[in-house]
């Protein structure tokens, strides 16, 4: 039997409750728990609500979040907590991909995907992370990704993005240390889904339910980080001893 992480009688929140991902992970935290998916759009997620329902939770409640606006997420975080109570976990499931060719010449493209891969995803994060050390109780989920392990040409804007996200969610954690509150860090490779869909799937890649399995075992086990799949874990770290002549030349 795969280890669970059981949040009966919690309030987890997706961040991004439209994802493939984010809905796989709510699936699976949801017996028990009062789940809201916050997405833009909160009104057009019938099949992600009945999915989670079906999973077992209490309740399914939409909640209309964008991301990109940070002078609204306090009130987004202040809403659920009114109406649901305090969150036990957040997911931090949003993210975007960009076009690397036009973030290349165009420079509102570049920073556009930035903003909403690093700049958001710290906004949210900080003021989360602050409700949940008051209360000495909480659960945090960030992604990474393989692409900030060592960013490539290929893919830099992004890869950038996820390398800052990474150093600010690994800072965060050590600074969340015996607060009661834990941080976790996922560290995909490549995930066949929408938001990579017609490019050709590296190496070991993974899918969003394997994803999302991943998550609800590590959150099980009080980890601080997972690489999906595990192999990635070496090849990260591997990737730093390769000659920047070479590195320059890959694909992604």
């Known amino acids: 039997m795969k280890d669970t992480a059981d949040t009966a009688g919690h309030v987890v929140v997706i961040f991004g409750g439209r994802s493939e991902i984010g809905t796989e992970i709510a699936v699976r935290l949801a017996p028990g728990a009062t789940v809201v998916l916050a997405a833009r759009g909160a009104d057009r997620l019938e099949e992600q609500a009945a999915q989670v329902r079906e999973a077992g939770a209490t309740a399914v409640h939409t909640c209309e979040f964008d991301a990109d606006d940070l002078a609204s997420h306090v009130g987004v975080i202040d809403t659920i907590e009114a109406a649901h109570g305090r969150i036990g976990t957040a997911v931090l499931a949003f993210g975007v991909l960009g076009d690397q060719a036009r973030a290349e010449r165009d420079a509102a493209h570049a920073v556009a995907v930035v903003h909403t891969d690093y700049v958001a995803q710290v906004n949210l994060l900080t003021e989360l992370a602050q409700r949940m050390r008051a209360a000495a109780a909480g659960r945090l989920v960030v992604f990474s990704s393989i692409a900030g392990g060592r960013v490539r040409r290929a893919n830099y804007v992004y890869g950038s993005a996820k390398a800052g996200l990474d150093g600010f969610a690994s800072g965060l954690s050590d600074a969340l240390h015996g ?57 990260i770290f591997a990737t730093r001893l390769v000659p920047g002549p070479i590195w320059r030349r890959l694909p992604r």
């Open 179 to 235: 607060s009661g509150v834990q941080l976790l860090i996922v560290r995909p490779g490549f995930v066949v889904g929408r938001m990579t869909e017609g490019m050709e799937p590296a190496p070991f890649s993974s899918t969003p339910p394997q994803v999302a399995d991943a998550v609800a075992q590590a959150l099980a086990r009080g980890k601080r980080a997972v690489w999906v799949p595990w192999v990635i874990r070496p090849m």
